[in-house]
């Protein structure tokens, strides 16, 4: 009977996957927009190869100084192309590791219900604040301050306009009640069904936010980071992606 139980044992052993050994720690500078689909697929990723995510949020811009100042991430998952590309021209990314992930989508959202209209009229009326993310920082702000030119209201609303240094900071004015209404990512609002009032921006009033994953230059385990970039385009972690209100490229 004991001898039993000891292959059983055996057996049970050795059918543990083989990927656990190895399981390596991959750092990940992620922009403040991805928050909750990262979350989600850094999860899913763990228990599918036993590699460990650590996730950093915060503004793309931000991240692009830190990484210039040797901050340790080994992938950055950017809110915009165009930091991937600079960290690369530098010597600070692998060009060829680049692709877009995902595709942005800018919304005026605001906490109270039938506040905002579905044109955003709401923009051309009275208000207090309206919160956009710092456009220096932030690729949502710029997106959000590029909509208000397109529609001539910039001038009208910059001396009401409250900047957040991330777009969760952002959302976090509008949800508190600081600012009436906040420009923010569609997929912050995705975890809030039902709740407020919005208007999704139209994407001729600013420029396709295209967001970027690369592999930065001196990864602590480059084999690891490699999957964990391999895995976001994977079909499982291409529908939580789609599921938060972002397009595919």
Do not use: C
Request: charge should be positive; avoid cysteine; proline fraction near 4%.
């Amino acid at each position: 009977m004991q001898l039993a139980k000891l292959v059983a044992h055996l057996i049970v052993f050795f059918a543990l996957p083989a990927f656990h050994a190895d399981a390596g720690e991959i750092r990940v500078a992620v922009a403040a927009n991805f928050t909750v689909p990262v979350q989600s697929i850094g999860e899913q990723f763990h228990a599918d190869t036993g590699h460990t995510v650590k996730l950093s949020f915060g503004s793309t811009g931000k991240f692009y100084s830190q990484i210039k100042n040797g901050a340790p991430f080994d992938v950055l998952l950017a809110a915009d192309d165009e930091t991937p590309r600079k960290l690369a021209k530098e010597g600070l990314a692998d060009a060829a590791s680049e692709f877009t992930y995902a595709i942005g989508k800018l919304v005026l959202w605001s906490k109270k219900p039938g506040y905002v209209d579905g044109q955003g009229l709401v923009l051309q009326g009275k208000f207090d604040k309206l919160a956009i993310a710092n456009p220096k920082l932030a690729p949502y702000g710029l997106a959000a301050q590029e909509a208000l030119e397109g529609l001539k209201l910039w001038n009208g609303v910059k001396d009401r306009i409250v900047m957040g240094e991330s777009i969760t900071q952002t959302m976090q004015f509008a949800d508190t009640g600081n600012a009436d209404m906040a420009f923010v990512a569609l997929s912050q609002t995705a975890g809030k069904p039902g709740v407020g009032s919005s208007w999704v921006v139209p994407q001729h009033l600013y420029n396709s936010i295209r967001q970027d994953a690369t592999l930065l230059a001196k990864p602590q385990d480059k084999l690891a980071a490699e999957a964990f970039l391999k895995y976001l385009k994977s079909a499982r972690a291409s529908a939580v992606i789609k599921r938060f209100g972002y397009e595919l490229p």
